[in-house]
């Protein structure tokens, strides 16, 4: 039988009277964004997915009645790429805008915060994983809408495909927004209130044709993150689309989108160490 003498023990540090004091324990590894996110955005999916079915039957329901109202307004033409676009984008902004703001109105106000601060998960991780999720649910929505929109109208489904593209980028940039005004409202119906009235600024400025609308109201619509996913999506329902137009007012809504985003992380950090 052999005994290990203390000073072959690693982790120790000599001390005065020969005695040897254990060292500081290492820290782990520091988290990383992209697990962080992945992990985020399971667990929020997993959370929403209770509600997933009111929250697809109550955001398409609204779109999909819009546009029979419209119907009997509008005819065709451009009017009716511009009504059918922005109601297929409503789905996103009232999940992602609307929704989310609530969410983290809700989260800063019950103290939900303190248990994400205490995760090992950059700020970034939290906002991204609970826009994904929540954002991942208006993809059917959005998908029959634009469809029912084209039979009701007589518009293409060819490109529908740019769907793929309108949805994540869109709905990043209004899933930013709606975090930002969650976790900057200082109460949770505030955060509420802002929620709404940003979800009926996309569904007026989004959805009502533009060449009815005053110049300043123009403006306006201009400085709406969703306005150039509804142009993107609008403008390949033509029968020669311009690409480069559809690519630009893409490349716009992703840089709003990334803009977004940071602001809302710069509001999680702000709220977070309140």
Known sequence: MSVVPADALGGAAPAAGGQRVAGPAELGPRARLWPSLVAVYRAQLSRARVARIPLL???????????????????????????????????????ALNLLAQYFGQLRASGGLDHYATLPVP????????AGAYASFTVPGTVVT?????????????HLWVLVAVIPLAGAALAGLGAALGLLAPRPEFATLLGQLGMSAALLLGVL???????????????????YGVEAFARTFGERPDWGLVLGDLAVCAAVGVISLAVATWAYRRAAVR
């Open 57 to 95: 039957f109550v955001a398409t329901f609204q779109s999909v009645g819009i546009m029979i109202l419209m119907r009997g307004v509008v005819d065709g033409g451009g009017e009716a790429r511009a009504v059918v676009a922005g109601s297929a984008v409503l789905v996103v902004a009232f999940v």
């Open 123 to 130: 700020p970034a991780a939290v906002v991204l994983g609970a």
């Open 146 to 158: 634009a469809v029912f929109g084209c039979l009701l109208f007589g518009l293409p489904v060819t």
């Open 209 to 227: 044709p533009p060449e009815r609308m005053p110049q300043v109201v123009r403006l306006a619509r201009d400085l709406l993150p969703s306005t």
